[in-house]
């Protein structure tokens, strides 16, 4: 029962364009999502959350967007650099009712810029 | 300020051997975390703690076991270490929000 889902395993973009990775998400009950970069032999990183009061958080180059509604987060990184390139995870967190704030993850997407 | 380091990088056990991975954090975080990441899958959550002497099971606790009897260490022990527990491990801490992830344990078992 994949609760985080990221249904594309790979994305590939051109150096400079509009690179959009896509989450949804079953579980009502979250209410706090982040996005995680991670290069091979390496931890994940943070990148950028956003809580559920919010429907956009930006920091630079980074934008994400939030649809309640439908159960969907999007981070959009504008614009590509071939440094981008990197597993993109994306997580949630019910941050109320005793969770201990544990993050469930997707299985993640490559993400390819090329020069 | 190192966040949180691991150690060992790599490790090849034997079916039936036991170890323990070693995490520490000097960001003073209470709640600290266990995952596991197998390829083409996100990361699992195996023991988490939410301050000293407190611990609780994630999602794939079994085969594993953790204390806490610090703020900056939390280990991880594989009692009977098994093929299925080939993986790589990483341990976080978490902030205000987001958690800050250890570089990461790669685990071959034989």
């Known amino acids: ?115 | 300020n190192a966040g949180v380091t691991q150690t060992p990088k790599f490790r090849i056990l034997k079916i039936g051997q036991s170890m323990t991975l070693q995490c520490t954090q000097d960001m003073n975080h209470n709640y600290m975390y266990w995952y596991r990441q197998d390829p083409g899958m996100g990361l699992k959550l195996i023991y988490y703690s939410v301050g000293a002497g407190i611990t609780d099971k994630g999602e794939v606790p079994n085969g594993y076991n953790v204390s806490r009897s610090t703020t900056e260490d939390f280990p991880l022990r594989l009692e009977l270490a098994a093929p299925s527990q080939t993986s790589v491990y990483f341990c976080a801490s978490r902030g205000r929000h987001e958690q800050f992830f250890g570089p990461g344990t790669r685990l071959t078992v034989l």
């Not at chain 1, 249904?7 to 990775?21: A, C, D, K």
């Not at chain 1, 980074?62 to 997580?91: E, M, R, W």
Request: charged share 15%; net charge positive.
């Open chain 1, 1 to 115: 029962d994949q609760q985080v889902k990221q249904n594309s395993p790979s994305l590939s973009v051109q150096e400079g364009r509009i690179s959009i990775l896509n989450c949804d998400y079953t579980n009502s009950m979250f209410d706090y999502f982040l996005w995680y970069k991670k290069y091979p032999a390496e931890g994940p990183t943070f990148l950028i959350s956003i809580s559920s009061i919010k429907d956009k958080n930006e920091d630079g180059r980074f934008t994400v967007f939030l649809n309640k509604s439908a159960k969907h987060l999007s981070l959009h990184i504008v614009p590509s650099q071939p440094g981008d390139s990197a597993v993109y995870f994306c997580a949630a967190s019910a941050n109320s009712g005793g969770s201990n704030y544990k993050l469930t993850f997707g299985k993640g997407t490559l993400l390819t810029v090329n020069p």
